[in-house]
């Protein structure tokens, strides 16, 4: 009875859902590594430092981003009307809490919050994704001049 409305929508390409599943575990997989890289409390609201090193450098809000390509994800691979119609609301409000945020943020860091918006996107865009692939490909390898 749990799985009734399991595949009760129309998506029926196979290619489709596997890439909702992919987009899912990727979704969940950045947005757990931002909270273990900022910290329970910080994510939390506690005061402390201004993140703008590691998953932080590629968007100011990976975890925002993260919660809302897992949704999306996962509303692709069950492929449920009625998760869908819950759904498609979760993400849009993972993609409103900065807004809520940034004011406390910018009283917190000033100037220095400031100079990181200038550089670094609210969620995320093709500048900090092709960033992010070229500085995936350059881990592990190091360049020596002989």
């Given at each position: 009875m749990a799985h009734r409305h399991?595949?009760?929508f129309d998506i029926t390409n196979t290619s489709l859902r596997?890439?909702?599943t992919l987009l899912s575990v990727l979704g969940m997989a950045f947005s757990l590594a931002a909270l273990f890289e900022l910290g329970w409390m910080e994510s939390s609201g506690r005061e402390g430092e201004l993140r703008t090193d590691g998953i932080y450098k590629y968007t100011r809000n990976p975890q925002s981003v993260g919660f809302a390509t897992f949704?999306?994800?996962t509303l692709l691979a069950v492929n449920s009307k009625e998760l869908?119609?819950?759904g498609l609301l979760t993400p849009l409000i993972?993609?409103?809490f900065p807004f809520a945020e940034e004011p406390w943020l910018r009283e917190q860091y000033g100037d220095e919050y400031e100079r990181y918006c200038a550089q670094t996107p609210r969620f995320a865009g093709t500048a900090s994704m092709k960033k992010l692939v070229?500085?995936?490909t350059t881990i592990g390898h190091t360049h020596t001049d002989d």
């Open positions: 399991w595949n009760s596997a890439a909702g949704i999306v994800g869908a119609a819950h993972y993609l409103l070229a500085d995936s």
